[in-house]
């Protein structure tokens, strides 16, 4: 069974920077298109990154510029780094795997496996 667990969210101030990764279990990150989503409180999920196997990536608007989605094949890991954080960046980032399909703008995607999460919250 895929097993995504996701380290490295916390608490920062307004133009701070995390750095989250996602071990992957069972599965390999370089042969599979991978990324990441997040849900804020009282909103739905939404897509931020997603890394395909050529390494070209997509990004949702919102964190064009200040987000960057990459991997390292040896470790099988998975790595989201964020920079300028924003307070409405604060929400539960989900490392996920095997995408599907997302909307216009990563507004929502499709992955077929998910981590459990881990909570960035980014305040003013």
């Known amino acids: 069974q895929v097993q995504l667990e996701e380290f490295g969210g916390g608490s920062v101030e307004t133009g701070g920077s995390l750095r989250l990764s996602c071990v992957a279990s069972r599965y390999s990150v370089k042969e599979k298109y991978m990324g990441w989503v997040r849900q804020a409180t009282v909103k739905e999920r939404e897509g931020v990154a997603v890394l395909f196997d050529d390494s070209s990536t997509t990004y949702a608007d919102s964190v064009k510029g200040r987000f960057t989605v990459s991997r390292d094949n040896v470790q099988n890991t998975l790595y989201l780094e964020m920079n300028n954080l924003k307070p409405e960046d604060s929400a539960v980032y989900y490392c996920?795997?095997?995408?599907?399909?997302?909307?216009?703008?990563?507004?929502?995607?499709?992955?077929?496996?998910y981590g459990r999460g881990t909570q960035v919250t980014v305040s003013s």
């Open positions: 996920a795997a095997d995408w599907r399909s997302c909307t216009e703008g990563l507004r929502s995607c499709d992955f077929a496996y």
